[in-house]
Nanobody
């Protein structure tokens, strides 16, 4: 079973940057996909980005394209989410999750981390 732990959240001013990390332990395969999702207060969880652990193909939500970058360091069992040009509407709890195929639906991801809070405010 794979365990996921997110880190790197915090408070940042609009226009600022943060880098989130998702470190995994336990059994993983090259077919696995790691996704980042976020959930703002009172809203449904939504897809942000995902990347394959074997094939480094990436997908992004339109709302973060050209601002966020997902990457991976398989030697460190870590997936990163670099977030630039942050906006107040990016405020949410950010989660990473594992799946065995590419999907933008959180319902298809069986393994989740505990989440890390990102707050964008002046």
């Amino acid at each position: 079973q794979v365990q996921l732990v997110e880190s790197g959240g915090g408070l940042v001013h609009p226009g600022g940057s943060l880098r989130l990390s998702c470190t995994r332990s336990g059994r993983a395969t090259s077919l696995d996909v790691i996704g980042w999702f976020r959930q703002a207060s009172g809203k449904e969880r939504e897809f942000v980005a995902c990347i394959g652990l074997g094939n480094p193909r990436t997908f992004y939500a339109d709302s973060v394209k050209d601002r966020f970058t997902i990457s991976r360091d398989n030697a460190k069992n870590t997936v990163f989410l670099q977030m630039n040009s942050l906006r107040p509407e990016d405020t949410a709890v950010y989660y990473c999750a594992r799946n065995s195929y590419y999907s933008t639906s959180p319902a298809n991801y069986p393994s989740w981390g505990q989440g890390t809070q990102v707050t964008v405010s002046s």
